[in-house]
């Protein structure tokens, strides 16, 4: 197993026959790229081999997309003929998703909701952008600390998506002049590493059909920089 990924094995924070959750660390990839490098899809099978639940091990399959620098909670079927209607759930938005964001700067808002529509960016494949003609993207954003770190400003929000769209928290907080820490693709390189963390699902499972809410802790990195929180 690759060296990266067996010293950041994944802690399992919800599970039931059908559903599992885990806490991504930063760095890891869910799917291979090509490269061969192991991924996050890797490391929860192997655990499900080696606890002795092959049928599970089997079935696994990410129900979600989080980019490779992004920690926090993802969410893994584990059962094939129940997995059409976790991905229904998902395409349908029907969860509350909320993340951690550190981002340069004071922001001038206590809250604050991003409406505009986010596209492909024509200039580099690897972008999104704020497009006219791009897809309905809505963020809410709640400013919760400010801090200084060697003279720097920074702010730290929960973030609350109802869409889902590519880099879409990245994309609405840069546009708006406020880029997440480390965020090299729309903004700068910070030691740090990037500043996002998806804090909490909650849903109503359409299996069980139980209230299901899911917390991933707070990282040391964000812990470094507001240990207040």
């Known amino acids: 197993m690759d060296t990266l990924l067996a010293a950041a094995r994944p802690s399992i924070l ?7 959750a885990v806490d991504k660390p930063a760095g890891v990839i869910i ?13 929860v099978r192997a655990m499900l081999v080696a606890r002795g639940d092959a ?11 989080l980019d490779r620098d992004t920690s926090g909670i993802v969410l893994f079927s584990l059962d094939k003929a129940t997995q059409p209607a976790y991905d229904r759930m998902i395409a349908e938005h029907n969860m509350t998703k909320r993340y951690l964001a550190v981002v340069e700067g004071r922001v001038p808002w206590r809250q604050h909701t991003f409406r505009d529509p986010i596209g492909r960016d024509r200039h580099d494949a690897r972008r999104m952008r704020v497009s006219k003609t791009g897809k309905q993207a809505v963020t809410h954003v709640e400013l919760l600390d ?20 590519k880099h879409q928290i990245r994309v ?27 804090r909490e699902l909650a849903f109503t499972d359409p299996v069980t059909h139980g209230s299901v ?4 802790p ?7 920089m507001f240990p207040q929180r």
Not at 14 to 20: A, N, Q
Not at 31 to 42: E, S
């Open 14 to 20: 919800f599970e039931s026959p059908t559903l599992l």
């Open 213 to 216: 809410r899911i917390l991933s």
């Open 31 to 43: 799917h291979g790229d090509g490269t061969g490098i192991g991924t996050l899809t890797d490391t």
């Open 218 to 224: 707070v990282p040391t990195r964000f812990q470094m």
């Open 146 to 165: 400010v801090t200084t770190v060697r003279r720097r400003t920074y702010s730290l929000l929960s973030v609350h998506i109802e869409t889902g769209r």
């Open 172 to 198: 609405h907080l840069s546009h708006a002049g406020f880029p997440i820490v480390d965020d090299t693709l729309y903004g700068k390189a910070h030691p740090q590493g990037l500043m996002l963390h998806a």
């Open 55 to 65: 049928p599970a091990s089997e079935a696994l399959q990410a129900l979600q997309r």
